[in-house]
C-alpha cells in the first residue's frame, strides 16, 4: 500500500489513494497519537471533524468520526461542509483535544485530504505530523462499552463572534458604505464568509456561492484565471472589491476597481500598513521565504521587525508565537493576526480586508504604498518533478548556483527553504519543493516589471538542468 505522508497542508492524494480504507488508516494514527504521544485519555476528551465540499468529504468525515469514537473520544462532527478556519477555531473555542479537517483545499476537485489540528489550533509542525505518520495503521477499536459517542455540532456564530472583536479591536466594522461582491468559488465559504460581510453592514453581490462539488471544473484556488470574470462583476455594480475564497476558505483574494485581481504580497501589504498607521498598535511581521520584500520596507518606516520563516503555514504560526508578530502571512494569500488562532484564516481576513477598504480604498492605499516604497513585479511557476527527485535536485543546485542572475550579480544566498538568491538591484529569485505537489516551485520579484520574466525563465532553467 502506498505511503501516506503529511506535507505543507497535511494528507493529500487522488481519489485513486484517497479511499475509505486510507481515511480510516490515517483517523487511527491521528487517534493514536493523541492517546500515547500526547498523553490524552480518550473518554474524557472530545475532537472534532470537519469537512469541504468536495464529493467525497462528508463520507471521509463520517469514517473519521467513526475511527475516534471506536478509540474512546466524544465526537463533534460539523452539520455541513465548513471552512478550515472555523472548524479550527472550535479547538480552542470548545477547548477539544483536536480536529481532524477533510479537505483538499485549494487542489483540483480529484484530490482530497485530511489535515490535522493541535489542541492549540495551531498549524501541525511536522514533530506532530511525523508522529502521527508513525501511527497510521487500520483501525484498532475498543469494546464497544468503551466506544464515545457522535454529534453534530455547528461552530460558525462563535467564529463569527471571535472575527467581528478581532477587527474591531484593530480597524472597526461599519462596512454600511461598502459593496462587496464575494465569491465562493462553490467552496465551504458560501453561507459564512459573505453572512460575516453582511452582518458587519455591506451590501453583498454573492457569486458561485452555491455548492458545486467539481467547483466548476476546475481547482477552487483564487487566482486570476479562476477569476477573472470579478472586474467586469465589479464594474457592474459598481463594487468597492470583490473578496474570494479558495475551496476550504482559509486562503483569500482581493479584486479591486483598478488592479483586477491582487497578488497576496499586495494584500499583505496593504493590511499589515493598515494596522501599523494606527498609532497604538505596532508589532513584527511574520512572512514567508517566498513572500515580498515590500513588508520590510514598510516595517522599518514604521520601527518594526520582520521575520522571515520557511514557507508553510505551520512556520508563520510558529513565527507569531515566537516573535509576538502582529501579523503573519504568506504570497499564496494565507494570513493570520495577534490574538487569533495559529490558523490561515481567509474568513476573518476577509472582514479585515473589507474593514480596510472602508476607511481609504484598497487602490488608493497601494497607489501610496507605491509612491512610498517604490512597485514589486513578483509571480511564480511550477515545474513537474516527481516528489522521490526533489531532494535530488536541491542537492543538485548547491553545485550549480549562477554568480549572475539576468545580468544581475547574487549579493547573497538564504537557504532557509531551497535557494533564495538576492540579486544587486533589489530583486531575487527563489526555488524550492512544494510540499503538497510533485513540483519545483520557482519565485521571482523585481523593482523593474521588465525583469520578471527573464528572472523566472533563469529558475525554471536551474531547475530543468538538475532534472536531466
Same mark, same amino acid.
Given at each position: 500500500?502506498?505511503?501516506?505522508?503529511?506535507?505543507?497542508?497535511?494528507?493529500?492524494?487522488?481519489?485513486?489513494?484517497?479511499? %475509505?480504507?486510507?481515511?480510516?488508516?490515517?483517523?487511527?494514527?491521528?487517534?493514536?497519537?493523541?492517546?500515547?504521544?500526547? !498523553?490524552?485519555? +480518550?473518554?474524557?476528551?472530545?475532537?472534532?471533524?470537519?469537512?469541504?465540499?468536495?464529493?467525497?468529504?462528508?463520507?471521509?468525515?463520517?469514517?473519521?468520526?467513526?475511527?475516534?469514537?471506536?478509540?474512546?473520544?466524544?465526537?463533534?462532527?460539523?452539520?455541513?461542509?465548513?471552512?478550515?478556519?472555523?472548524?479550527?477555531?472550535?479547538?480552542?473555542?470548545?477547548?477539544?483535544?483536536?480536529?481532524?479537517?477533510?479537505?483538499?483545499?485549494?487542489?483540483?476537485?480529484?484530490?482530497?485530504?485530511?489535515?490535522?489540528?493541535?489542541?492549540?489550533?495551531?498549524?501541525?509542525?511536522?514533530?506532530?505530523?511525523?508522529?502521527?505518520?508513525?501511527?497510521?495503521?487500520?483501525?484498532?477499536?475498543?469494546?464497544?462499552?468503551?466506544?464515545?459517542?457522535?454529534?453534530?455540532? @455547528?461552530?460558525?456564530?462563535?467564529?463569527?463572534?471571535? #472575527?467581528? !472583536?478581532?477587527? @474591531?479591536?484593530?480597524?472597526?466594522?461599519?462596512?454600511?458604505?461598502?459593496?462587496?461582491?464575494?465569491?465562493?468559488?462553490?467552496?465551504?465559504?458560501?453561507?459564512?464568509?459573505?453572512?460575516?460581510?453582511?452582518?458587519?453592514?455591506?451590501?453583498?453581490?454573492?457569486?458561485?456561492?452555491?455548492?458545486?462539488?467539481?467547483?466548476?471544473? @476546475?481547482? +477552487?484556488?483564487?487566482?486570476?484565471?479562476?477569476?477573472?470574470?470579478?472586474?467586469?462583476?465589479?464594474?457592474?455594480?459598481?463594487? *468597492?472589491?470583490?473578496?474570494?475564497?479558495?475551496?476550504?476558505? *482559509?486562503?483569500?483574494?482581493?479584486?479591486?476597481?483598478?488592479?483586477?485581481?491582487?497578488? !497576496?504580497?499586495?494584500?499583505?501589504?496593504?493590511?499589515?500598513?493598515?494596522?501599523?498607521?494606527?498609532?497604538?498598535?505596532?508589532?513584527?511581521?511574520?512572512?514567508?521565504?517566498?513572500?515580498?520584500?515590500?513588508?520590510?520596507?514598510?516595517?522599518?518606516?514604521?520601527?518594526?521587525?520582520?521575520?522571515?520563516?520557511?514557507?508553510?503555514?505551520?512556520?508563520?504560526?510558529?513565527?507569531?508565537?515566537?516573535? @509576538?508578530?502582529?501579523?503573519?502571512?504568506?504570497?499564496?494569500?494565507?494570513?493570520?493576526?495577534?490574538?487569533?488562532?495559529?490558523?490561515? %484564516?481567509?474568513?476573518?481576513?476577509?472582514?479585515?480586508?473589507? #474593514?480596510?477598504?472602508?476607511?481609504?480604498?484598497?487602490?488608493?492605499?497601494?497607489?501610496?504604498?507605491?509612491?512610498?516604497?517604490?512597485?514589486?513585479?513578483?509571480?511564480?511557476?511550477?515545474?513537474?518533478?516527481?516528489?522521490?527527485?526533489? %531532494? #535530488?535536485?536541491?542537492?543538485?543546485?548547491?553545485?550549480?548556483?549562477? %554568480?549572475?542572475?539576468?545580468?544581475?550579480?547574487?549579493? *547573497?544566498?538564504?537557504?532557509?527553504?531551497?535557494?533564495?538568491?538576492?540579486?544587486?538591484?533589489?530583486?531575487?529569485?527563489?526555488?524550492?519543493?512544494?510540499?503538497?505537489?510533485?513540483?519545483?516551485?520557482?519565485?521571482?520579484?523585481? +523593482?523593474?516589471?521588465?525583469?520578471?520574466?527573464?528572472?523566472?525563465?533563469?529558475?525554471?532553467?536551474?531547475?530543468?538542468?538538475?532534472?536531466?
Amino acid at each position: 500500500m502506498s505511503r501516506i505522508s503529511f506535507g505543507t497542508g497535511g494528507w493529500r492524494a487522488t481519489q485513486d489513494h484517497f479511499t %475509505d480504507e486510507n481515511v480510516r488508516r490515517v483517523g487511527q494514527g491521528i487517534a493514536a497519537y493523541l492517546t500515547e504521544k500526547q !498523553g490524552v485519555t +480518550p473518554s474524557e476528551n472530545t475532537v472534532a471533524v470537519g469537512y469541504d465540499a468536495r464529493a467525497t468529504s462528508a463520507d471521509a468525515a463520517a469514517s473519521l468520526a467513526d475511527v475516534f469514537s471506536s478509540a474512546g473520544f466524544d465526537v463533534l462532527l460539523t452539520d455541513r461542509d465548513l471552512p478550515t478556519p472555523v472548524v479550527a477555531h472550535s479547538v480552542v473555542d470548545r477547548d477539544l483535544a483536536g480536529a481532524a479537517m477533510v479537505t483538499a483545499s485549494h487542489n483540483p476537485p480529484e484530490y482530497n485530504g485530511v489535515k490535522f489540528v493541535p489542541g492549540d489550533a495551531k498549524s501541525a509542525m511536522p514533530s506532530i505530523t511525523d508522529a502521527i505518520e508513525s501511527h497510521i495503521a487500520p483501525p484498532d477499536p475498543l469494546p464497544e462499552t468503551q466506544h464515545g459517542t457522535v454529534s453534530r455540532y @455547528n461552530p460558525v456564530e462563535a467564529h463569527a463572534t471571535h #472575527a467581528v !472583536g478581532l477587527t @474591531n479591536r484593530y480597524l472597526g466594522t461599519d462596512l454600511s458604505d461598502l459593496t462587496v461582491v464575494y465569491d465562493a468559488i462553490h467552496g465551504s465559504g458560501r453561507g459564512i464568509t459573505d453572512a460575516l460581510l453582511e452582518s458587519a453592514g455591506a451590501t453583498v453581490i454573492r457569486h458561485r456561492c452555491d455548492r458545486d462539488p467539481t467547483f466548476g471544473g @476546475n481547482a +477552487p484556488e483564487p487566482g486570476p484565471e479562476t477569476l477573472a470574470d470579478l472586474p467586469s462583476i465589479i464594474a457592474e455594480h459598481d463594487a *468597492d472589491l470583490a473578496i474570494a475564497n479558495d475551496g476550504d476558505a *482559509d486562503r483569500i483574494t482581493v479584486c479591486t476597481p483598478d488592479r483586477g485581481v491582487l497578488s !497576496g504580497n499586495l494584500l499583505f501589504a496593504v493590511l499589515y500598513e493598515a494596522l501599523l498607521a494606527d498609532a497604538e498598535v505596532t508589532g513584527p511581521a511574520i512572512r514567508t521565504v517566498s513572500t515580498t520584500f515590500l513588508i520590510d520596507r514598510i516595517a522599518s518606516e514604521y520601527g518594526a521587525d520582520v521575520h522571515e520563516v520557511p514557507v508553510g503555514f505551520k512556520w508563520i504560526a510558529d513565527g507569531m508565537a515566537t516573535y @509576538n508578530g502582529l501579523f503573519g502571512g504568506e504570497e499564496s494569500g494565507g494570513f493570520t493576526i495577534d490574538g487569533h488562532i495559529g490558523t490561515k %484564516d481567509g474568513v476573518l481576513v476577509a472582514l479585515l480586508a473589507a #474593514a480596510a477598504a472602508a476607511t481609504e480604498s484598497i487602490d488608493d492605499r497601494l497607489d501610496r504604498l507605491f509612491a512610498t516604497y517604490g512597485e514589486i513585479h513578483a509571480d511564480k511557476v511550477s515545474v513537474d518533478c516527481p516528489d522521490n527527485r526533489k %531532494d #535530488a535536485v536541491i542537492a543538485g543546485l548547491e553545485a550549480a548556483l549562477p %554568480d549572475t542572475v539576468a545580468d544581475q550579480p547574487v549579493v *547573497d544566498t538564504v537557504t532557509l527553504d531551497g535557494y533564495k538568491l538576492l540579486l544587486e538591484d533589489g530583486s531575487w529569485i527563489l526555488v524550492r519543493p512544494s510540499g503538497t505537489e510533485p513540483k519545483m516551485r520557482v519565485y521571482a520579484e523585481t +523593482p523593474a516589471g521588465e525583469q520578471l520574466e527573464s528572472l523566472l525563465d533563469a529558475g525554471q532553467e536551474l531547475v530543468e538542468a538538475q532534472l536531466v
